[in-house]
């Protein structure tokens, strides 16, 4: 079948010997990590150099000038050659496209999209015959059904979204062995979802429509504002629907699956759930994450010699050209800077958590997570008796990088 027919959204994983490998170190990965804060804070392995603790997590991603992200041969990919400013440094291009594209994604809109992914999660919820996939049925179909109509980028005839967007994702974020057959799937893709969204900016053109992304940007395009050429605003929201809304699917089953594990949390969180407390919710699911985020860390370019935790016992000198990844897991559970970092506390500061990155390339949608994560989960927290299916579906599964299934169960 053709990736852009596909309903699978997520490839067949490994099976056997490398599935149980897989796990194996998924489940080794916070061990491991710990033992490097311990003895080994900056160490190289395979090519690439470690980073574990809080400070220097933080120094990476805030040495814009010494650590540059490495996104931008794949994004070439998926964008036909467009830059895109995921995959820019440093530069004037890089904050004018941010800058632009903040007219037209505003903070006022953050109110609406909470109300939408809480009322379309709370019609999900009602509809299931007591029992739900929290993956794929809920918090997938919440994600891309409420971003997609924000950005104005509706489903391609033909194909799903869902899939697109999560095969791409995949492509440039989670495809480290450089797998053929995902590049061929991605040569399918990429072109079919540059003209879906190109051949939609003409339709919007000549009929704007209701106020979204994509009817701001063509307002801006109209009235003549630098940074929404056809090839500005198909790019950005590409970028959008392609770096966005596959990671809530990722992350916030994990979150779930976190909360099921500690009973007395779980019913704090449902407690704030039932209270209309949204503040305290978030609290629980952010924290929730903590344990389980979306990735072990995330990687940079190093673009000068840079000696990185100058001062400390473990100052290393990094030369120019090497890979770096910024562990902001291990960083986020490190006693130096995170408070009892085992333990359960909905209470910690902001500064504990790195969810989102931090610094220049800290992520653009973070303010949308922010206002829309946990409700999500609100419509099924508020419910009686929610507990795990029978069996292996009540345990969340994982296909390499995604949350694949969980399925819980409430009256």
């Not at 800077?337 to 910690?348: G, H, K, M, S, T």
Request: glycine share 8%.
């Amino acid at each position: 079948m053709s990736a852009l027919s596909s309903r699978d959204v997520l490839r067949p994983g490994p099976k056997g010997i490398k599935a149980w490998i897989q796990r194996l170190v998924f489940a080794a990965m916070p061990w491991f990590f710990s033992l490097l804060r311990r003895v080994k804070p900056v160490a190289k392995l395979s090519g690439m150099v470690l980073t574990s603790r809080y400070d220097d997590v933080r120094e990476v991603f805030a040495t814009d000038a010494a650590f540059g992200v490495v996104y931008k041969p794949k994004l070439d990919v998926i964008m036909g050659g467009q830059p895109f400013f995921l995959g820019m440094h440093d530069t004037p291009q890089y904050h004018a496209d941010v800058a632009a594209m903040r007219k037209v994604v505003l903070p006022a809109d953050l109110p609406m999209l909470a109300v939408q992914t809480e009322a379309l999660a709370a019609t999900i919820v009602d509809r299931a015959p007591g029992r739900i996939d929290v993956v794929d049925t809920l918090v997938r179909r919440v994600t891309f059904t409420v971003l997609s109509d924000y950005l104005g980028v509706p489903e391609p005839a033909g194909g799903d979204l869902r899939v697109w967007a999560t095969r791409l994702f995949e492509f440039q974020f989670a495809d480290g062995g450089n797998d053929p057959k995902l590049r061929a799937d991605v040569d399918e893709i990429a072109p079919a979802l540059r003209a879906h969204i190109q051949d939609e900016i003409d339709r919007r053109r000549a009929d704007p429509g209701k106020d979204d992304v994509l009817a701001r940007s063509l307002a801006m395009q109209a009235a003549g504002e630098p940074g929404y050429s056809d090839d500005q605003i198909r790019t950005s929201l590409m970028g959008f629907i392609v770096g966005g809304p596959p990671q809530p699917p990722m992350v916030v089953p994990q979150a779930m699956e976190q909360l099921l594990r500690r009973p007395a949390a779980l019913a704090e969180a449902q407690a704030a759930a039932r209270a209309g407390d949204d503040e305290r919710l978030r609290r629980y699911v952010y924290e929730a994450m903590r344990f389980d985020p979306l990735a072990p860390g995330l990687p940079r370019e190093v673009l000068t010699d840079w000696t990185i935790a100058k001062g400390t016992r473990h100052a290393t000198t990094i030369p120019k050209g090497a890979t770096v990844l910024a562990a902001f897991a291990s960083a986020m559970m490190d006693p130096r800077r995170v408070a009892n970092p085992r333990v359960f506390d909905p209470d910690r500061p902001a500064s504990d958590y790195i969810h989102f990155g931090y610094g220049l390339h800290e992520c653009f949608g973070r303010h949308i997570n922010h206002a829309t994560l946990h409700l999500m989960l609100k419509p099924l927290l508020v419910r009686p008796n929610l507990r795990r299916a029978a069996g292996a579906e009540g345990r969340l599964s994982k296909n390499g990088a995604f949350a694949e299934r969980l399925v819980v169960e409430f009256d």
